[in-house]
């Protein structure tokens, strides 16, 4: 009996999948858990494993197309087992049977949300506040640039879910919905209101899912969350002091050799125990407040920016910290993570110093409520305890904040917390 090789879900919130590569060739013998072709997912791009043995008998996606869940990719037939003569029949069997993309259900009116556990749910679009109705009397909001596209393309906004503050309809409400229809069907990217002009010699790259995603979800973040920022200044020189005193022990003895980051996760850690109000996430009519540390780092790849998770980071010694950051770093570069690396993220980490950035402002990573902005250490004159100008290091941190979760005066204590430790690491040893 043949074998199917389908589209599997590598990702929590993955409804579709780009083959990227195929690892295999028709001919080929595979075996239970064997890799067998590179899929990019909304998160990244993972090796898909095939779950029997057996010989490829025939290829049926060639690379870079997109497939839905639970689609047919490729036939398997064990050894010595010939091509049955309905097999074109059973393959378009599984191709009729394949989950379609799921379609986001608006709750009924009144009902509470679920809390998962133990991490929060990633959202994958905007998540629409309320629906105006044309059966009820109340004014339709919606911006004026979104009511003058309407009226041009003759979509009705009473139809349309907005998704912008407080269930404002917005431009690209109006521009996804189909003309004269709602705008809860399926959507596409949204299309920008200008577009650029380009030439024959200029190249336009299609995007990837992952970016699409990326792209998707920054949106939402920046559109639906009330972030602010704070900055500080630490005195790095006692941390670099001391990481150079550890890693000089650690050459003699063949130990963990450290990085700043190793010491900037694990404040992040401590000082999101000292203040626990910032390890939260907004859940519509309440405030999950998540009892134990999932900290998400931000790693760069060729495609973008993933952010694999440590998982109950306090409970973890520095040492800890820093070789689970190196397999995760591993991983994501060689294509290796999986779903449960980027499940139960709190609070993110995103650090620009080794790019020479001195100091930046980023995106909350939706639906957690913070993320922690580090610029690079630099030598800079600073006045001392005595009053004299002598050549210090510093650097600078930044926090994120979702205002309906975190206070001002909250992320300022994180933050001071996290100054404390930084120059003071010793203390991240106790």
């Known amino acids: 009996m ?45 090796e898909m494993p095939c779950f029997f043995e057996g010989t490829i008998h025939s290829i049926l996606v060639k690379a870079g197309e997109k497939i839905p869940l639970n689609s047919p990719l490729a036939v398997v037939l064990e050894d010595g087992e010939e091509a049955p003569a ?19 259900e608006k709750p009924a009116a009144g009902a509470k949300k679920a809390i998962s556990v133990p991490g929060p749910r990633l959202p994958t679009a905007p998540q629409p506040a309320r629906r105006a109705t044309a059966t009820t009397n109340v004014r339709v909001k919606a911006s004026p640039l ?13 139809s349309i879910e907005g998704t912008g503050p407080g269930g404002r309809i917005i431009r690209e409400d109006v521009e996804n919905a189909p003309v004269g229809g709602s705008s809860s069907a399926a959507r596409g990217p949204a299309t ?21 995603i990326i792209a998707e979800r920054l949106l939402a973040s920046k559109t639906q ?17 001391f990481r150079a005193h550890l890693n000089a022990s650690a050459e003699k003895t063949g ?22 109000a910032i390890n939260a996430a907004w ?26 998770v440590i998982k109950q980071a306090e409970k973890k010694t520095l040492m800890e910290i820093s070789q689970s950051v190196k397999d995760l770093a591993g991983k994501a570069k060689n294509k290796k993570l999986s779903p449960d690396d980027f499940a139960g993220g709190t609070i993110t980490v995103s650090n620009l110093g080794a790019f ?28 001392n305890d005595k009053g004299e100008i002598v050549v210090g290091q510093r650097m600078w941190v930044g926090l994120s904040g979702d205002h309906r979760v975190v206070d001002g005066a909250v992320a300022a204590t994180f933050l001071a917390e996290m100054r404390k430790l930084l120059e003071n690491p010793a203390l991240m040893l106790v």
Request: overall charge negative; charged content about 25%.
């Open 2 to 46: 043949p074998k199917i090789i389908e589209m599997p879900k590598l990702s929590d919130t993955m409804t579709e999948g780009t083959i990227a590569k195929w690892i295999v060739k028709v001919g080929d013998k595979v075996t239970n858990g064997q890799s067998v072709a590179d899929v990019e997912t909304d998160k990244a791009t993972m």
């Open 86 to 104: 309905n097999l074109d029949e059973i393959i378009a069997k599984a191709k009729a049977a394949a989950v379609p993309s799921p379609k986001v």
């Open 146 to 158: 979104a009511r003058k596209i309407a009226e041009e393309k003759g979509v009705d906004l009473s």
């Open 192 to 212: 920008p209101a200008i577009r650029p002009t380009y030439g024959p010699e200029d190249e336009r790259v299609p995007t990837s899912t992952m970016r699409n």
């Open 225 to 241: 969350i009330p972030h602010f920022y704070l900055q500080m200044e630490v005195d790095a020189g006692p941390l670099m002091e």
């Open 255 to 276: 130990g963990n050799k450290y990085t700043v980051n190793d010491f900037i996760l694990k404040s992040v850690i401590r000082a999101a125990q000292a203040q626990p």
């Open 283 to 308: 859940d519509g009519d309440a405030i999950v407040k998540f009892k134990s540390v999932g900290l998400s780092v931000a790693i760069a790849i060729e495609d973008g920016l993933v952010t694999p």
């Open 356 to 383: 020479g950035i001195d100091q930046f402002a980023a995106i909350i990573n939706p639906p957690q409520a913070a993320i922690v902005a580090i610029g690079s250490i630099r030598k800079a004159p600073v006045v």
